[in-house]
């Protein structure tokens, strides 16, 4: 299954090297780059870089935190949390190419000292008890059925009273998921949790849940807007298209109707350890 998961998102040889060409041709030289010419393609979830400073926003951390991304993808809420917070961000992400970019992207805007970034699996985190002040997860577990093992490891590497910040993809009551979608072009790697499930599995494994934001809404505008970009000027050089392939137009046109017909919700929790 996991292995499934990695074929799914390793689309692109040499991913870092294919990301620093598309950046030169958009006239982004790797000398001059910054965080936000990273955003259309290292912040890898519904809303991008808003998304993640609103989590960070709720998760009470300064320039002493040590912070754990789960399912760090290519890096951004990482790289977003340590620009903005000041603290030092530890990801892991099943996808090794995903993780070999992260770190390539680091070093390109000067972050290199602040995160670091490892593969490994969000079932099995390799971390010592309590090592953490803060963690986050966003738009991960909708690949991962063993959710309980995710939940139950975060909520071990945590401190106690430290801050969880959780915001992914949720079965909505409108009916089953239209596929290809960008986490999964079948069903035999979705696992969406119902926002019933998700307060139960965090309950369940120790946390408090502090507070529980739905922004279906908002994300059914960003994924009009950006179908209406794609139809109006072809996918730009930097996009998710690099390493999802030429059917990501399609995925974001049913992430539309997805959200349309409430099939899918995006809810953000924000839990105490
Ligand atoms: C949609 S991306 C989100 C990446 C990142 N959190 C972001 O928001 O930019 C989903 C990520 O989850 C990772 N993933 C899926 N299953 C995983 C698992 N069992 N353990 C660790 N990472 C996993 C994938 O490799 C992928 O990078």
């Not at 982004?28 to 910054?34: M, N």
């Not at 519904?46 to 400073?53: D, P, W």
């Not at 975060?154 to 596929?179: C, N, S, W």
């Not at 139809?231 to 959200?259: K, T």
Request: with cysteine; net charge neutral.
């Amino acid at each position: 299954m996991a292995d499934r998961v990695e074929t799914h998102y390793a689309g692109a040889r040499d991913l870092p090297a294919q990301i620093a060409d598309a950046l030169r041709k958009a006239g982004k030289p790797l000398e001059q780059l910054k965080t936000a010419d990273l955003a259309a393609i290292d912040e890898f979830h519904i809303r991008g870089r808003k998304a993640t400073l609103e989590l960070a926003e709720r998760m009470r951390i300064d320039a002493k935190s040590r912070v754990l991304d789960i399912g760090s993808g290519l890096g951004g809420p990482a790289r977003t949390l340590a620009e903005t917070h000041g603290c030092h961000v530890t990801g892991i992400d099943l996808t090794a190419s995903f993780c070999a970019a992260a770190t390539a992207m680091s070093d390109w805007v000067g972050l290199a000292d602040k995160v670091a970034f490892g593969q490994g699996d969000a079932t099995k985190l390799p971390f010592r008890d309590a090592s953490f002040d803060a963690a986050m997860t966003i738009h991960v577990a909708m690949n991962i059925k063993a959710k309980d093992a995710v939940y139950g490891h975060a909520k071990r590497v945590l401190k106690r009273g430290g801050i969880f910040a959780v915001y992914d993809v949720l079965q909505g009551e409108g009916g089953p998921v239209l596929f290809p979608v960008p986490w999964a072009r079948e069903p035999s790697i979705s696992h969406l949790a119902t926002p019933a499930d998700m307060r139960r599995l965090l309950t369940r494994a120790g946390f408090e849940i502090v507070d529980e934001i739905d922004s279906s809404e908002e994300s059914l505008l960003w994924f009009k807007e950006m179908v209406a970009r794609l139809a109006a000027a072809g996918p730009p050089p930097i996009n998710f298209q690099l390493f999802l392939g030429a059917d990501y137009p399609e995925m974001a046109r049913n992430q539309v109707q997805n959200l349309a017909d409430k099939r899918i919700r995006t809810v953000s929790y924000i839990c105490r350890a």
